[in-house]
């Protein structure tokens, strides 16, 4: 049985913690995820089921995040990264794979772009790379339930802006999808006391993803129907990634880690031990981006917000 351990750390004077199920004989680094703002540690069981069974799978409340401490009302990048890196010295190890979900790509961007030889592979899922005016819109009326307390019209907003509700579009368990996310939300603004920042974060502390990268293999999915940022934005960021592989995942959103799970934990244990993702379940393969130069950025491609 892999053995479970918990770990509280601090930077900048804030506490946070991680953990760590950890296998006897793993084929590969550890695999540290780190989820949307409103993921913590204890919400990634399909990743123990799967990655589990190749690696080491680490979890995070890194700071803003489930149960550590909120952010200070300043640009949290910065923040982010070092404890991340922070992480990472603490495991002990010489290099991680890394796999990010919405929030969590940019601080796994931009820590492997800093600190790339600590980084052995990248995945990145549901980057949130392009975000237009009527998504600003509607996270503003987000804040504006907030600040007049009413906690689940803003659950529910909120639950809406990330999901695909077209119903000409397939989207996998949608209905059950939604209903989870709401509830989740909502449970999270009432009992987390740095939940609604977290909510918000998009438009006061926007994350960054320009910069490319080179040296790192990299792995970017997303859901057919994401429609925080489309599959084909999604694909123009990847290009910006030297190298990079991109895939979509079909019948599913910006949730795909809630409606397909067991085929985005394959498929990240599928890249970390280098073995063929053509015949993973629920793929659905566009053509490989181009190769970028290094720090290039793809036509179009809007890397802040």
Request: contains cysteine.
């Amino acid at each position: 049985m892999p053995e479970e351990t918990v770990r509280t750390l601090s930077v900048y004077g804030l506490r946070y913690g991680y953990r760590r199920l950890q296998r006897t004989a793993p084929r590969t680094e550890p695999v540290v995820i780190l989820g949307g703002a409103l993921q913590g540690m204890f919400g990634w069981p399909q990743m123990d089921n799967h990655v589990g069974a190749v690696a080491d799978v680490v979890t995070a409340d890194l700071p803003g995040m489930g149960g550590a401490d909120a952010l200070p009302a300043v640009p949290s990048a910065g923040i982010m990264r070092s404890a991340l890196t922070r992480i990472i010295d603490d495991l002990g190890v010489e290099k991680v794979n890394l796999f990010g979900y919405s929030y969590g790509t940019s601080i796994a961007l931009q820590c492997a772009q800093r600190n790339p030889g600590r980084v052995a592979r990248l995945i990145l899922g549901g980057v949130p790379s392009h975000v237009d005016d009527s998504q600003r819109s509607h996270w503003r009326r987000v804040e504006d339930r907030l600040k007049a307390g009413d906690l689940e019209g803003a659950a529910t907003l909120a639950a809406e802006g990330l999901m695909c509700l077209d119903p000409d579009r397939t989207v996998h368990r949608r209905e059950l999808a939604l209903r989870y996310v709401r509830r989740s939300l909502l449970h999270a603004l009432c009992h987390s006391p740095h939940a609604a920042d977290s909510l918000c974060r998009v438009l006061g502390d926007p994350p960054d993803f320009s910069g490319g990268l080179a040296g790192v293999p990299t792995l970017v999915f997303a859901g057919e129907h994401d429609t925080v940022s489309s599959p084909a934005q999604q694909r123009e960021f990847a290009a910006t990634i030297e190298g990079s592989r991109f895939l979509t995942i079909t019948e599913s959103d910006h949730w795909v880690v809630l409606e397909r799970p067991d085929d985005v934990a394959d498929l990240v244990a599928r890249f970390v031990t280098d073995r063929p993702l053509e015949t993973a379940p629920g793929l659905a393969a566009l053509p490989r981006p181009r190769r970028a130069e290094h720090g290039a950025t793809a036509p179009g491609l809007a890397p802040k917000y």
